[in-house]
């Protein structure tokens, strides 16, 4: 069983910057696909950014393209979502989720993660 447990989300202004972590549990998570999605009050969850297995690949929403740069350090088990220009619509929870097959791609819809961290909150104001 594979554990995913975010960090780093908080109050920003807009204009400001965060950075996501993902800490994953396990020898071979470090193998595996990871997504980041969101989810804001009243809305459903949204795909925002993906990496392949391999760290080769990665996919954005359309509405992060050239602010968000998803990351991973295989020899910490973490996984990064770097977020800046952020806007009061980037205002969500932000969940990363793990794709339990060794070395998928960089996947865009939410079906194909196993496994799901607990969320952490993002707020920027305006």
């Known amino acids: 069983q594979v554990q995913l447990v975010e960090s780093g989300g908080g109050l920003v202004q807009a204009g400001g910057s965060l950075r996501l972590s993902c800490a994953g549990s396990g020898a071979t998570f470090s193998r595996y696909a990871v997504g980041w999605f969101r989810q804001a009050p009243g809305r459903e969850r949204e795909f925002v950014a993906a990496?392949?297995?391999?760290?080769?690949?990665?996919n954005y929403a359309d509405s992060v393209k050239e602010r968000f740069t998803i990351s991973k350090d295989d020899a910490k088990n973490m996984v990064y979502l770097r977020m800046n220009s952020l806007k009061p619509e980037d205002t969500a929870v932000y969940y990363c989720a793990a794709d339990h097959r060794p070395f998928g791609p960089a996947r865009i819809v939410e079906e194909v993660y196993d496994y799901w961290g607990q969320g952490t909150q993002v707020t920027v104001s305006s």
């Open positions: 990496i392949s297995g391999r760290g080769d690949t990665t």
